[in-house]
């Protein structure tokens, strides 16, 4: 608590980085190979490695929670997907450092979607190969940030598309080639500047839609509001609801295209006085791998009491 002290980590991150090229981990961060920088929170060298491992109590703890929140939906006829966006490193585990190695090839996301199309028939919607395939085109994932870029949202977005179409026959599916594709060097995204690292973004992929696409509206939303955000589409029916994280935030500029109006909270449980009010089409709930890894799904059930 002393004073001028993230100043004073953020020289000797630089410093020591610029003599050194250290690969420790530090403030929540790991120093990859190539300038790639990977989110260490939530254990995540435990849960890369395969240390850590769903128990069988809390695979069917998952089971009940998503069960629950689908029939709870179904019965007021909305349906539900659950989607899990990869941690990048599960989409770029080669610029990983050398020491962070496997114990088990088999993760907890591994363990849950195994068990999830064995037990269940609810939608879960696994990104990781999509998103993998996808790198052949462009970059899906920034290098210095923890996030996917447009690119990486867009494709996921796709795939989200896809999976909506099961259950709601009709959506529209926007190519890729109806938006021009840009790829920006830039300083580096958040993690660079947690660390202090004078760093360069390579990966940030950008799309802006080509004339042919209709406007989508994303109304600013005011300041006491920061968790809400919602899209318009005059061309488009119905309404989705889409409760997620950071990563979700990266959806509007290309979900926008399917659905009249799409609203997104910043919040993993469902509010069900909302979906009650709004009677969308469907409830998305989007949740980043390091999250789900650690999250207590009873503790969710219990919070959203959906009766």
Partial sequence: HFGCRKCLVKWNNKWKWK??????????????????????????VE????????TPEQLRDWQTLLEHRRDWLAQRGIKFVFVIAPDKQSIYPEFLPLWLTKVRPETKLDQFVAYMRTHSTVEVLDLREPLRAARIIA??????????????????????????????????LVPLDAFDRTNKIEP????????????????AVYLTPKPGLPPIEIPVMPRDKPWLLYTKNPQARGSAIVFQDSFGRYWPPFLGYDFGRVTYLWQYHIDAALVEREKPLVVIIEMVERNFNVTNPKELQAKEALK
Wanted: proline share 4%.
């Fill in 47 to 54: 849960h890369y490695r395969g240390v850590l491992q769903f």
């Fill in 19 to 44: 003599l050194f090229r250290d690969q420790s981990v530090r403030y929540d961060s790991i120093v990859g190979r190539d300038g790639w920088l990977y989110l260490a929170e939530c254990q995540m």
């Fill in 188 to 203: 580096g995204d958040d993690m660079a500047e947690f660390l202090g690292l004078t760093l360069t973004e390579h990966n």
């Fill in 139 to 172: 970059p899906t994932y920034f290098q210095t940030g923890t996030h996917w870029n447009q690119f990486g949202a867009f494709e996921s977005c796709q795939e989200l598309v896809k999976s909506l179409s099961k259950q709601l026959p009709g959506l529209p």
